[in-house]
T-cell receptor, first 112, second 116 residues
Framework: GENVEQHPSTLSVQEGDSAVIKCTYSDSASNYFPWYKQELGKRPQLIIDIRSNVGEKKDQRIAVTLNKTAKHFSLHITETQPEDSAVYFCAATSITGNQFYFGTGTSLTVIP | NAGVTQTPKFRVLKTGQSMTLLCAQDMNHEYMYWYRQDPGMGLRLIHYSVGEGTTAKGEVPDGYNVSRLKKQNFLLGLESAAPSQTSVYFC???????????????FGDGTRLSIL
């Protein structure tokens, strides 16, 4: 099965700085890569996703990049704000969409 | 729309007891999933279903059973609870769109289960 590794496990940045979270995957058949944000005690919520036919996707302060050859994808958050503090999860799934494989999460703290 | 609703939100069980967690979605999604979330281990798939009447094992299925008798409901059962099953359980659902099946998952609020 797929193996998704996520780094770093914790990340602290000053407000206004950028944050980058990286994930690698093992199955070359994976072709859909969502990112979820989970605030303390809340449900995971999708913040951005990317499909394998695209190298980069951006939504305001959030962007995701995908390198299919190297089998890694990254989440970039610019101009971080305290409300960005949360745990972020990456995931990967194959074309059938039957199973999603999640990374172990990155706890992001934005220091005011 | 309520989205994905999980009941109960909290439960404490004794070792050996059984219980059923209910997940209901009102978005007419084909796919439904049960995950468990443990500290430092992310979300791990227990079982999933690609449609009414069908279920399949995920990454960590042992000790759990599921049923999907109606499209909108997905039940997770613990036949004989063990302390190792103490966790937060999340249900999720997603669309299936044929040639473009990968669609984002929508999660419920979770069920916090403690087994003593």
């Amino acid at each position: 099965g797929e193996n998704v590794e996520q780094h770093p496990s914790t990340l602290s940045v000053q407000e206004g700085d950028s944050a980058v979270i990286k994930c690698t995957y093992s199955d070359s058949a994976s072709n859909y890569f969502p990112w979820y944000k989970q605030e303390l005690g809340k449900r995971p919520q999708l913040i951005i996703d990317i499909r394998s036919n695209v190298g980069e996707k951006k939504d305001q302060r959030i962007a995701v990049t995908l390198n299919k050859t190297a089998k890694h994808f990254s989440l970039h958050i610019t101009e971080t704000q305290p409300e960005d503090s949360a745990v972020y999860f990456c995931a990967a799934t194959s074309i059938t969409g039957n199973q999603f494989y999640f990374g172990t999460g990155t706890s992001l703290t934005v220091i005011p | 729309n309520a989205g994905v609703t999980q009941t109960p939100k909290f439960r404490v069980l004794k070792t050996g007891q059984s219980m059923t967690l209910l997940c209901a979605q009102d978005m007419n999604h084909e796919y439904m999933y049960w995950y468990r979330q443990d500290p430092g281990m992310g979300l791990r798939l227990i079982h999933y279903s690609v449609g009414e009447g069908t279920t399949a094992k995920g990454e960590v299925p042992d000790g759990y059973n599921v049923s999907r008798l109606k499209k909108q409901n997905f039940l997770l059962g613990l036949e004989s609870a063990a302390p190792s099953q103490t966790s937060v359980y999340f249900c999720a659902s997603s669309y299936y769109l044929g040639l473009n099946p990968n669609q984002p998952q929508h999660f419920g609020d979770g069920t916090r289960l403690s087994i003593l």
